[in-house]
């Protein structure tokens, strides 16, 4: 006889798939289909979800005049943000800005383009095959890509010693930044 394999409905409750489902949003998303997903009822994820808004974790939204939930921008900035402080010294984060902009010039250089909207000019100008396009599109993602790393290493590197400070268990946490 076969054993079968657990679902996650046994390890965890209703609110905490709520909670998981919601981590893995990356666009508004229907109460009802966030429910079907954590395999809860539509009030219970209701419920958890109307929790996550007030702690700022998710946005209430709608979709098609439907309540719908998206993840918190403005937290998952500053948890990046904060991630790579936790994880990377100033120096660390310092080294990687110059490799990402070192990375972002060598793609300028590679296509003749002084910035991502240069390039993307360059689809409407130039004749380029199918195929040059699909390649164009993944260098296009690319560099959106490293331009947000890039920022979320400026915004790290501007916060670092704040961030330190106020983690650091002497530090006083009315302290400096009212």
Do not use: C
Request: avoid cysteine.
């Amino acid at each position: 006889m076969a054993e079968s394999t657990p679902s996650w409905t046994d390890d965890t409750s209703g609110r905490e798939r709520v909670r998981h489902v919601a981590e893995t949003l990356t666009e508004p998303t229907p109460v009802g289909e966030i429910a079907e997903r954590a395999e809860v009822s539509r009030a219970t994820a209701a419920d958890e979800l109307q929790g996550l808004a007030s702690d700022d974790w998710v946005t209430e939204t709608t979709v098609d005049g439907t309540q719908a939930y998206d993840l918190n921008p403005v937290r998952l900035l500053f948890d990046e943000v904060t991630d790579l402080i936790d994880d990377h010294s100033r120096e660390e984060l310092e080294q990687r800005l110059a490799e990402l902009k070192t990375e972002q010039e060598e793609v300028a250089a590679e296509y003749d383009a002084t910035s991502l909207a240069a390039f993307r000019e360059q689809l409407a100008t130039e004749e380029l095959s199918a195929a040059e396009l699909r390649e164009r599109r993944n260098v296009i993602e690319t560099w959106e890509a490293i331009n947000t790393e890039i920022g979320l290493v400026k915004h790290a590197l501007q916060l670092y010693d704040d961030v330190v400070e106020l983690a650091s268990p002497q530090t006083d946490s009315s302290s400096t930044l009212a």
